[in-house]
Nanobody, 121 residues
């Protein structure tokens, strides 16, 4: 019943910007954290940024100063503003949520389907 819906990926030239969004929907009781991960071909999935319910953030060193996460609590939505994009940012970006469902007794990890971000030089 819980779904993460992503949008905003695409193709952009180096130095450009993109804004990703991820909305969590369904029978959600509470959200502990939401964030973004990415995976490039031949590489393991890595943390981009995470945002917990108290507002604390953790950014990967590679994106700090260029990417910014924000949230709309009323919509259970997080955004990722990506500026000064580099070719090395090319990857599939996945939304992640650590949440508790109202119809299931244990918290769990939920993932979006992924959205492709391609940065050309």
């Amino acid at each position: 019943q819980v779904q993460l819906v992503e949008s905003g990926g695409g193709l952009v030239q180096a130095g450009g910007s993109l804004r990703l969004s991820c909305a969590a929907s369904g029978r959600i009781f509470s959200i502990n954290a939401m964030g973004w991960y990415r995976q490039a071909p031949g590489r393991q999935r890595e943390l981009v940024v995470t945002l917990n319910r108290g507002g604390s953030t953790i950014y990967a060193d590679s994106v700090k100063g260029r990417f910014t996460i924000s949230r709309d609590n009323a919509k259970n939505t997080v955004y990722l503003q990506m500026n000064s994009l580099k070719p090395e940012d090319t990857a599939v970006y996945y939304c992640h949520a650590d949440l508790l469902r109202s119809d299931y007794p244990l918290p769990g990890d939920y993932w979006g389907q992924g959205t492709q971000v391609t940065v050309s030089s």
